[in-house]
């Protein structure tokens, strides 16, 4: 190799040890660095936070979970928040608003749930995205058994977020 050439950083492969690593050095930190927006992100138990793997200030997401909190995925990509939806309790009561994220990497569909420090103005900004999704996405969501949030849910949103209408 010449003297004026720099060597090529080759990418370690994300192996299970070193997410599980990152995560204990996380928890132990108090959290991470958002991916998209590069702030920090504080990891908390007492704000419903001990799991998360979303950012509260831009509400992307990472892509670390093969199942719910096994910080075992290895595309590592960037979740856009697409869109709002709620955890079914019934036919008829809408539980907890969640956020929907779409993988820039690999396209995978995850649901997220709120913590308390995410910002509201986001929150309703996701939700008019929501009541503006293709019919194409929205279909494709309810394919995988997503409840996309319409406008009927709009006081259900804002009864959650404000307390009242």
Not at 138 to 153: C, F, H, N, P, T
Request: aromatic content about 4%.
């Amino acid at each position: 190799m010449k003297r004026n050439q720099k060597r090529r950083c080759i990418p370690r492969a994300h192996t299970t040890e070193r997410l599980r690593a990152r995560k204990i050095r996380q928890e132990q930190g108090g959290g991470f660095k958002c991916s998209h927006c590069k702030q920090w992100v504080v990891i908390n138990e007492y704000m419903g936070t001990a799991n998360r793997n979303h950012c509260n200030l831009c509400l992307w997401s990472k892509h670390v979970d093969v199942k719910k909190g096994d910080r075992r995925a290895e595309c590592q990509g960037g979740m856009k928040p697409i869109g709002l939806t709620f955890r079914i309790e019934d036919a008829q009561t809408r539980g907890e608003i969640m956020l929907i994220h779409d993988c820039m990497g690999c396209e995978k569909i995850s649901i997220n749930r709120l913590a308390a420090d995410d910002g509201e103005a986001l929150i309703l900004q996701i939700y008019s995205t929501t009541c503006t999704m293709s019919e194409q996405t929205r279909e494709m969501l309810q394919q995988q058994g997503i409840y996309v949030a319409g406008e009927s849910d709009q006081e259900t949103i804002h009864r959650q977020l404000f307390g009242s209408v």
